[in-house]
């Protein structure tokens, strides 16, 4: 990072003020997420009181809810069962339910995963190969190219959604996750191509030429010399390009029902025995989040390429 | 920055040895673009494609038969519809808005990160949390957020200003509900605004402030004839971002208001995906999708001169 000094030298007091109202903000734009992660430990009768609670005791059974399917017996049908024998059990018998299985969340959990990592893989593959090409050779239109590139990144997802539809039925992809991957490569690609193609620039070429002198194909020049280079912008890149298939919601919500549907159309339909079971949302959308927090951090230095295609670096 | 078309020459011998090995540059290249160029023409072109001929049928998704050609009908149809003016309306009121609100704390923050106090790249790092998180299960989560009794946020408004909690609902109000997606928007992506103001903050070498100090220039004039000039294209470019971005909204919004009360939250989007996946009229929506990209793609072109800009 430069060292670029603002205006002259600031002075003491308007350097702590600058900081105080940073803080205030970080604080004030935090508590929603803050709030999320509290209602995920609260009970169904803490998370609706009137007004909110701040001071609860935490339970787990939010997550309880998220990943079982429960159904409500008799109090003396319950008292009939064998004790509970593990902590989640332990949960719900105490509000009177008993567990039935695993919820859907699972499953969605999974495709989450599967089709994120999917897109992710094959998006940088194809992306590193094609910002390679266009960093190294002479490629006839390639301003057009890479524009041309980049235009489909801009699209309305639902604008595409229609045609994307109907085709997607005509070839068997709706609601597939081979389908899914697939839509979400065609987004992230392009992502991939203008981040890598910044980071491939930015290696010396004298090292391939180095490495060709030494008797190097290309394509071994590529392998040994430019992909060890770029690991640090590979990487970066995939995680932008998982960050955006994991939160994504419009496509999966109208090109897919149930087989391929992922977390973020199916949140909201997390609804408990008796209305909106707001502690099991937020420990689902809780679950959700964290990894990206996560990923925030690790990518804070690589952020604001990713945010603009690479147009601004530091 | 140097630029990449700048074709360094090899060494002689390095042409020559290459040449005799491996796969030629031109092979290379087609190996290495081809399979992008294919994906991207399978699943972005044709589909548009398809939508632009679609766009002049009469065809519905979910009934049998042939599409009918129509002409310009549907195009005719959206664009003397009220009811479709009120949409637009509706959207440019929250692109306005929101990005007016972006720019205003983005930029405020920027200058003040840019003080350099303590500890300002842990908060700096915090304050960038929202704008990475899925808008859809954020917007599905501030309904929460949002709930006249039950939800903190109301109770923050009532403690600030004195308010009954349960007097104003944000969400089922004709009024507030357009001021509800602004700031649910605003919040997530002031963040996207600030990083790239902090980049053109950053930018500024310091000899130009200097001079200025030197030349007895107050931080007033400093302000106006330095850091604004120099961050404006930094900031030209996350405004353009965010109108498209803000423009083609559908996730958070869908999520949090689902276009109500009434339509008064129905952006355009939200009117598409009604009319291709609700009333099933697939040429209609085709058409409207034909105008939506059409628009944006023209903000994108001057999105990428922008951009150029910005890079040198």
């Not at chain 2, 954020?138 to 903190?152: A, D, H, M, S």
């Amino acid at each position: 990072m430069s060292e670029a000094r603002p205006f002259s030298e600031s002075s003491p007091f308007a350097r702590r003020t600058a900081g105080f109202l940073v803080v205030l903000y970080a604080v004030v734009s935090l508590l929603p997420l803050l709030w999320i992660g509290l209602t995920a430990f609260k009970s169904q009768s803490d998370a609706v009181a009137y007004p909110p609670k701040l001071i609860f005791t935490p339970t787990l059974e939010g997550f309880v809810d998220l990943f079982t399917v429960q159904t409500r017996q008799p109090r003396a049908e319950i008292d009939k069962l064998p004790p509970p024998t593990t902590w989640y059990e332990k949960i719900t018998r105490e509000k009177g339910v008993v567990i039935a299985g695993p919820s859907r969340v699972v499953e969605r959990f999974v495709n989450s995963l599967v089709i994120g990592f999917g897109s992710t893989f094959l998006a940088t593959f194809l992306g590193t190969l094609a910002a390679y090409a266009f960093s190294r050779f002479k490629i006839p239109l390639k301003d057009d190219l890479m524009f041309f590139i980049l235009s489909t990144r801009m699209m309305p997802p639902i604008a595409v959604a229609v045609p994307i539809y109907m085709m997607y039925r005509y070839l068997n992809l709706y609601d597939t996750r081979i389908g899914m991957i697939l839509l979400y490569t065609a987004v992230n690609v392009s992502l991939a191509v203008w981040l890598l193609k910044g980071f491939i620039d930015e290696i010396p070429r004298e090292y391939e030429e180095a490495a060709l002198i030494d008797g190097y194909t290309r394509l071994q020049a590529f392998r040994k010399v430019v992909l060890p280079q770029a690991a640090t912008g590979i990487a970066a890149t995939a995680i932008f390009c998982l960050i955006f298939s994991w939160n994504e919601y419009a496509f999966d919500l109208l090109l897919s029902s149930s087989d391929a549907q992922t977390m973020p159309p199916f949140i909201p339909f997390i609804i408990g025995e008796g209305g909106q079971d707001w502690p099991a949302v937020a420990a689902g959308t809780t679950l959700f989040l964290a990894p990206i927090a996560l990923f925030t951090v690790l990518l804070r230095k690589h952020l604001l390429r990713g945010i603009t295609f690479g147009a601004v670096r530091r | 920055m140097a630029t990449v078309d700048a074709y360094a020459p090899m060494t002689d011998r390095a042409r020559s040895l290459r040449r005799a090995r491996g796969l030629s540059d031109r092979a290379i290249v087609w190996l290495f673009v081809a399979p992008t160029m294919a994906l991207l023409l399978a699943i972005n072109i044709f589909p548009l494609i398809w939508a632009v001929r679609l766009s002049f049928t009469g065809f519905m998704a979910n009934l049998p038969g042939a599409a009918s050609f129509i002409g310009f009908d549907n195009y005719r149809d959206i664009l003397t519809d009220e009811d479709m003016w009120a949409h637009f309306q509706a959207t440019a009121h929250f692109v306005f808005f929101t990005i007016l609100f972006q720019v205003l704390l983005g930029l405020g923050l920027a200058l003040l990160i840019n003080q350099k106090f303590r500890g300002h790249g842990v908060w700096t790092t915090l304050i960038l949390l929202p704008m990475m998180l899925s808008p859809a299960v954020v917007g599905n989560f501030w309904t929460l957020l949002f709930q006249p009794q039950i939800g903190p946020f109301n109770y923050v408004i009532s403690f600030l200003t004195g308010a009954a909690p349960s007097s104003f609902t944000m969400i089922g109000s004709v009024e507030l509900a357009p001021w509800t997606i602004v700031l649910v928007n605003t919040w997530m992506w002031t963040p996207y605004v600030m990083l790239i103001c902090l980049a053109g903050l950053r930018s500024i070498p310091d000899y130009i402030y200097e001079a200025a100090e030197v030349d007895r220039a107050s931080p007033l004039r400093q302000f106006w004839s330095i850091t604004l000039p120099m961050v404006t294209p930094f900031l030209m470019l996350a405004v353009l971002f965010q109108a498209i971005q803000s423009f083609e909204m559908f996730d958070m919004v869908n999520l949090l208001t689902s276009g109500g009360p009434g339509s008064v939250t129905e952006l355009v989007s939200i009117t598409l995906k009604r009319e291709a996946f609700e009333k099933w009229n697939t040429g209609y929506a085709s058409a409207l999708a034909v105008i939506l990209f059409v628009t944006t793609f023209g903000a994108a072109n001057i999105y990428v001169k922008v951009l150029n800009r910005v890079k040198q």
